[in-house]
């Protein structure tokens, strides 16, 4: 049963802007920490960035501080991420999971362990 689906993927230019979008369903993603990763081609999954749960805190790796946001929607259940500026080694696709607490955002793939399909980012001109 799919848990996590994302969308908003896509084609884009470098500098460009994407807003990915990460929808649960089955259970209520207020008392879990959301991460989203990427994995490009021939290369580990990496964590790009986290929101908390407890209030909201958000954490970003180093490579997308500054050009990535992201942000929660309890109502639609859903949690987005906003990427800008972005550069052709942001391409991969990108995986939004979920892992139960509140007062955690690990950036590593475990211990997360509910995951989407993923979906393609592509930068190029």
């Known amino acids: 049963q799919v848990q996590l689906v994302e969308s908003g993927g896509g084609l884009v230019q470098p500098g460009g802007s994407l807003r990915l979008s990460c929808v649960a369903s089955?259970?209520?993603?207020?008392?879990?920490?959301i991460a989203w990763f990427r994995q490009a081609p021939g290369k580990e999954r990496e964590g790009v960035s986290c929101i908390q749960s407890s209030d909201g805190s958000t954490f970003h790796a180093d490579s997308v501080q500054g050009r990535f946001t992201v942000s929660r929607d309890n109502l639609k259940n859903t949690v987005n991420l906003q990427m800008s500026d972005l550069k052709p080694e942001d391409t991969g696709v990108y995986y939004c999971?979920?892992?139960?607490?509140?007062?955690?955002?690990?950036?590593?793939?475990?211990?997360?362990?509910?995951w989407g399909q993923g979906t393609q980012v592509t930068v190029s001109s």
């Open positions: 999971a979920a892992t139960w607490g509140r007062y955690m955002c690990p950036l590593q793939t475990t211990p997360y362990d509910r």
């Open positions: 089955a259970f209520l993603l207020n008392n879990y920490a």
